[in-house]
């Protein structure tokens, strides 16, 4: 990913850190708490799938395949963010 790129994906992964991610700790804390004593451990917060989706459709889920391991992964490259290992890490 070229440096312009990369700046813009961290702008705009700090803003939806700050305006989704921070505000609804607690909430997803709440809720985790409320799975768990209800025994029903395999079920995700409601905050988190709402989260994951808001997150996709902002393009900014699922980028944990750097470019450097991308090309090795064939067709399931593609699924990476675009990252370099050291924009990643």
């Known amino acids: ?22 505000p609804n700790e607690m909430t997803f804390v709440k809720q985790s708490r409320e799975i768990g004593e ?13 989260l994951k ?3 996709k459709a902002a393009k900014l889920w699922n980028m944990f395949l750097p470019v450097d391991s991308a090309a090795a992964a064939g067709e399931f490259g593609k699924l990476g963010g675009g990252l370099t290992n050291r924009q990643y890490g």
């Open 38 to 50: 209800s025994g029903n451990e395999w079920t995700h917060a409601p905050i988190l799938v709402e």
């Open 1 to 22: 990913m070229d440096e312009a790129s990369f700046e813009d994906l961290k702008t705009r992964l700090w803003a939806f850190m700050e305006k989704e991610i921070y």
């Open 53 to 55: 989706r808001k997150a």
